[in-house]
């Protein structure tokens, strides 16, 4: 399950059917009944809060994986009146709102990363993870993943898809817009991610090999980076208009691609070599994500975790007439 559900949630007889949803999905993940009690009151709380503090927003649910490890992240966005004071929110007790004020602090001691991202009158991004097994700690990862991928309004499957491997050496990842919408589209995007999946070649090299596997489809923009860790570089080719930049915190990079259609007109595949950043940042974006966002008009959103900058940039930059993905990566530490 790579891509997102979204629930929208602008009364209060949604917050039902979100919690129904939420619990739906943990069981068939495996989540035992403590755990799957958690999600429920996680969405719940989150669903609520939508209403009582943000006058509705959108709450999206994704599988997370990790080893042998399973979760659910709970990612919820609005463009209410926002917080002044995150940490005096999350304080038991305190409420703007006709409730008891325990809701943040519920979510935050039930689930096993909390994160909160807020502007006065521009709204508040939300996110919490909760893992299938209490007692397991994921382990010490060498890169921070974070993803939107939604269809477009109407369609029941999207034609984007993302993909990634990491290893302790090199991290290899991508995003595939198959052309239009729908099942067809989807289709092309899945078998680029099947080919990613079976190589574990240059980002040229899969391209090539995608190239060759999507012709019987009606093809797909594409686009792979490779962050190497030891050599602190990133190797990256792209076909079509998958937007990719890397961030630091004193420099910033536009990644380049080619114009063309895997499966069908490629007239060159080239790889391009950019410096890679401890604790740096990745962005990769399909054409449903407007592309005149900026990272630095939002304070402090670039230090927090890459669900909640997908989220924000997904909230504010929904193109809402195509499929959309935003994909956001970031090293964890020096990796040298």
Not at 80 to 98: A, I
Not at 100 to 119: D, W
Request: proline content about 3%; hydrophobic content about 40%.
């Amino acid at each position: 399950m790579r891509e997102s559900v979204a629930i929208t949630i602008t009364e209060s007889s949604q917050i039902g059917e979100a919690r129904r949803v939420a619990i739906a999905l943990a069981t068939r993940l495996g989540f035992q009944e403590t755990q799957r009690g958690k999600v429920g009151i996680v969405v719940t709380e989150v669903a609520n809060n939508l209403i009582q503090h943000g006058q509705g927003g959108v709450l999206l649910l994704r599988l997370l994986e990790h080893d042998s490890a399973i979760g659910i992240e709970v990612l919820s966005l609005d463009k209410g009146r926002g917080m002044v004071d995150v940490d005096e929110c999350l304080q038991d007790g305190f409420s703007t709102g006709k409730t008891l004020g325990n809701g943040l602090g519920a979510i935050s001691r039930l689930s096993s990363l909390f994160e909160i991202y807020s502007i006065p009158n521009q709204g508040t991004a939300l996110l919490a993870h909760v893992w299938s097994d209490s007692a397991l700690h994921p382990p010490e990862k060498t890169l921070e993943i974070g993803a939107i991928c939604l269809p477009k309004q109407g369609e029941q499957i999207s034609g984007d898809a993302w993909a990634y491997q990491v290893d302790r050496c090199r991290s290899l990842l991508l995003v595939a817009d198959g052309l239009g919408h729908g099942p067809a589209a989807a289709t092309a995007a899945s078998q680029a991610v099947k080919i990613f999946q079976e190589h574990h070649r240059s980002p040229g090299a899969i391209v090539e090999a995608a190239h060759a596997a999507l012709r019987s489809t009606r093809g797909a923009a594409l686009a792979i980076a490779e962050i190497d860790f030891e050599q602190q570089s990133v190797r990256f080719a792209g076909i079509g208009n998958i937007a990719a930049s890397i961030f630091s915190f004193a420099k910033h990079h536009h990644l380049l691609s080619h114009n063309g259609t895997v499966g069908h007109e490629v007239r060159k595949i080239q790889e391009f070599s950019y410096p890679w950043y401890a604790n740096g940042l990745l962005i990769m974006h399909s054409d449903g994500l407007d592309s005149k966002w900026q990272l630095d008009r939002y304070p402090g959103l670039s230090q927090k975790h890459p669900s909640l900058i997908a989220g924000v940039l997904y909230r504010d930059f929904n193109r809402e007439r195509d499929d959309v993905t935003v994909l956001v990566a970031r090293g964890m530490g020096n990796n040298s």
